[in-house]
């Protein structure tokens, strides 16, 4: 069993991105977050590995930045969403 707490930076509350995270193992789907907004707060995901033998994690953009976020952010790093998969463990 895998297991993670995943989440966004706290520095960078002002991003403008919601985010996905995902586990694969053999390419295949196996676990997937609820959708993380900037400033919410972490949670855990979990996944039964049985016999995979390779593991992705994976995070990505539920959409895209629009011109107008991208004018609005007070530095050009402010709309980018940063993951963090925190307290990993193989069970």
Same mark, same amino acid.
């Given at each position: 069993?895998?297991? @993670?707490?995943? &989440?966004?930076?706290?520095?960078? $509350?002002? =991003?403008?991105?919601? !985010?996905?995270?995902?586990?694969?193992? +053999?390419g295949?789907?196996?676990?997937?977050?609820?959708?993380?907004?900037p400033?919410?707060?972490?949670?855990?995901?979990? @996944?039964?590995? &049985?016999?995979?033998?390779?593991? $992705?994690? =994976?995070?990505?953009? !539920?959409?895209?930045?629009?011109?107008? +976020?991208?004018?609005?952010?007070?530095?050009?790093?402010?709309?980018?969403?940063?993951?963090?998969?925190a307290?990993?463990?193989?069970?």
């Open positions: 069993k895998f297991t @993670a707490r995943v &989440g966004l930076h706290p520095r960078f $509350k002002g =991003s403008v991105s919601s !985010v996905e995270f995902s586990v694969f193992g +053999d295949k789907v196996l676990a997937r977050s609820k959708v993380i907004k400033s919410a707060p972490a949670m855990e995901i979990s @996944a039964e590995l &049985g016999k995979t033998r390779w593991l $992705k994690l =994976s995070m990505r953009y !539920v959409r895209n930045p629009s011109r107008r +976020d991208l004018k609005s952010a007070k530095t050009h790093l402010d709309w980018v969403s940063h993951g963090v998969w307290e990993p463990q193989l069970i």
